[in-house]
């Protein structure tokens, strides 16, 4: 053969035998890509006219080794390949597609399920403004309160007892007090659906009574528990007040219970002392002089049953070992104070023969109004959806059978919500004959002593929750979307800090109330910047919101008739929550934020 032809031909056949090779091969084939590699590697190579025999022999060589491999795996054209090859790389072909038919497939999968995630969303939110909308055009106006700022500390003290299966007033002091109907019933709410309880759990335990113009009286009661005995006697002291200070007037019925049986006319001294005072300002005291009221040999008392030191601590003298003190000497009131803050109380004051009782309201109203221990023996998630059920005025309904319990816990659900104050239907034990009250298309807090009343009852636009059993009963499913994210981290946070203290001391009380402030803080602290006179810019308001989940928020939470008061009250009396403001100093920084932080850290 022809040196010139065989050059030719090679140079015809390289052009082509590289567009051929490189439409068939197959990416995805290692093997033809070293081939590949291999072929350049070998065409690349310049050809010289003048280059010897030898040189001509190496090309021969090559083109047919690559005939040789041509013929054998790769043709010029499909119909030359053999069925195997052929059907070798249309499976490699096919390989390739579904790979990439597949990439492309999750890729979308995924963007779809995250515009349905968002869809979702959407929805969810929607359904919740509608919802809420719903709300605004049922709920009667607001209209500003009522306060009369010269309340006595009560303006009613009854003696409530049980003969012949029913209630009796067997004493109302005054005696010409107008009470609400159907008082004494209301003083055994168990009664209508079973025995009455008399065991120490039903001791103490408070009321709500609201009258057809939204005024409400506080109801506080105390059963007789005979000295020596674990056991209630079907007798009960009940304060009637327009103040809201569970706590408090706990240890004023501690007071007339430990002396229950003197004689009826130094008892009703005893009571008229207490009636006379004004009700006291945080951290002021009041004052009784014992033996002027009910004589000297009078004013000893037995140590109380359920009095705990946390307790007696915000009131009253408790010696180290636990008992009461009497102090000898301290009549002035800055000594008082001093001793206050080395964490001695007195109770029995005695000072030339003169004793008096001091009882003191405690500095931080929030402390007197409710214990919230036992609402916080409930898991972390329905303590936070029963919140943001309140914030949005939804019914709120609480079970249990024991009556201290529930009559607490309903009580702490008001104490959450500082600064604002629940302005619906507050009943802390609902009887048995008022169960329809849950079925109103209201908001309503209550407490119920039985969970068959989920079973008569349809109980709609709420959450319903069993204390004893720690479990939701009925919700509307979309409270975990009220909060935002930043709200809900704050709240564990501050939740987090109250389970490193001891439950006994007060600092946790304050970590607890705190959790639930700081969400307000968080999503409210630059509430004075869109007050202008007596006017409140809540459009501005909103948008200021740091984050979209507060603003969202805002946008709900602006339309209740908590916020609203609570704006009326900042507008008419910039002073009325001096407590609130300092809080916002103390949590609302960016260095506080980060000093809660650190303390958590170091409490691990």
């Given amino acids: 053969m022809d040196e010139n032809l065989n050059q030719s031909d090679t140079n015809e056949a390289s052009p082509n035998f590289k567009d051929t090779f490189r439409k068939q091969l197959s990416p995805g084939s290692s ?11 070998a065409l690349s190579t310049p050809l010289d006219e003048n280059k010897s025999f030898e040189t001509s022999v190496r090309i021969k060589q090559l083109i047919s080794t690559f005939e040789t491999r041509q013929a054998a795996g790769l043709p010029k054209s499909e119909s030359h390949l053999p069925p195997d090859r052929f059907q070798g790389i249309e499976e490699v072909k096919m390989s390739l597609q579904k790979t990439m038919e597949k990439c492309f497939s999750q890729e979308a999968t995924k963007d779809s399920s995250d515009e349905l995630d968002q869809r979702e969303r959407k929805v969810s939110v929607d359904t919740i403004i509608n919802k809420f909308q719903t709300y605004i055009k049922t709920m009667p106006k607001y209209e500003k309160p009522l306060v009369n700022r010269d309340d006595r500390l009560f303006y009613c003290c009854l003696v409530v007892g049980w003969d012949c299966e029913k209630p009796q007033i067997k004493l109302k002091f005054p005696p010409n007090a107008k009470i609400p109907d159907r008082m004494e019933d209301l003083c055994y709410p168990e009664a209508a659906s079973g025995p ?122 408790v ?44 500095h931080d109203t929030r402390y ?62 609902l ?14 807090i209550c407490g119920i002593l039985s969970v068959s009343v989920v079973n008569d009852h349809k109980i709609e636009h709420g959450i319903v929750v069993d204390l004893d059993e720690g479990t939701i009963v009925c919700e509307e499913g979309d409270e975990d979307n009220i909060l935002s994210d930043s709200m809900k981290k704050s709240w564990r946070q501050g939740i987090r800090l109250a389970e490193r203290e001891s439950p006994d001391r007060y600092v946790h009380s304050v970590y ?20 202008n006179g007596n006017n409140f810019e809540k459009e501005s308001f909103i948008r200021g919101g740091r984050t979209k ?56």
């Fill in 31 to 41: 093997s033809q890509s070293s081939f590949t590699s291999d072929i350049d590697s």
């Fill in 196 to 317: 009455l309880d008399i065991s120490d759990n039903a001791q103490c335990y408070s009321l709500v009574i609201t009258n057809d113009k939204g005024e409400r009286t506080f109801g506080y009661c105390r059963r007789v528990i005979p000295e020596g005995s674990t056991r209630c006697i079907p007798l009960a002291y009940c304060i009637l007040s327009k103040h809201r200070a569970p706590r408090f007037y706990k240890k004023i019925l501690a007071e007339l219970e430990s002396r229950h049986g003197i004689p009826d006319k130094l008892r009703d001294e005893l009571i008229a002392a207490f009636y006379n005072n004004k009700f006291p300002r945080p951290g002021e005291s009041i004052k009784i002089n014992l033996a002027d009221v009910i004589g000297d040999s009078n004013c000893a008392r037995a140590r109380h049953r359920d009095c705990d030191l946390p307790d007696l601590r915000s009131f009253v003298h």
């Fill in 319 to 362: 010696n180290f070992n636990g008992g009461y003190g009497t102090l000898n000497g301290i009549r002035k009131t800055s000594d008082y104070e001093n001793m206050v803050m080395c964490r001695s109380w007195p109770l029995i004051v005695e000072d030339d023969g003169n004793t008096e009782l001091l009882l003191t309201l405690h």
């Fill in 368 to 429: 007197e109004e409710a214990d919230l221990k036992p609402l916080h023996q409930l898991p972390a998630d329905i303590l936070l959806k029963i919140f943001a059920s309140l914030l949005l005025e939804r019914k709120v309904v609480l079970i249990s059978c024991v009556i201290s319990k529930l009559s607490c816990c309903v009580e702490a659900l008001q104490s959450i919500l500082y600064p604002f104050s629940w302005p619906h239907t507050f009943i802390p034990i």
């Fill in 431 to 444: 009887p048995q004959c008022l169960w329809d009250v849950v079925e109103s298309p209201t908001p309503v």
């Fill in 512 to 531: 607890l109330s705190d959790a639930y402030l700081k969400v307000f803080i968080d999503s409210l602290k630059h509430y004075k910047n869109h007050i």
């Fill in 549 to 604: 989940g507060i603003r969202r928020f805002l946008k709900w939470f602006t339309e209740t008739t908590m916020f609203l008061s609570f704006i009326d009250s900042v507008t008419t009396n910039p002073e009325s929550f001096t407590l609130f403001d300092q809080k916002i100093e103390m949590y609302g920084s960016d260095e506080s934020n980060l000093i809660v932080t650190k303390l958590l850290e170091w409490k691990k």
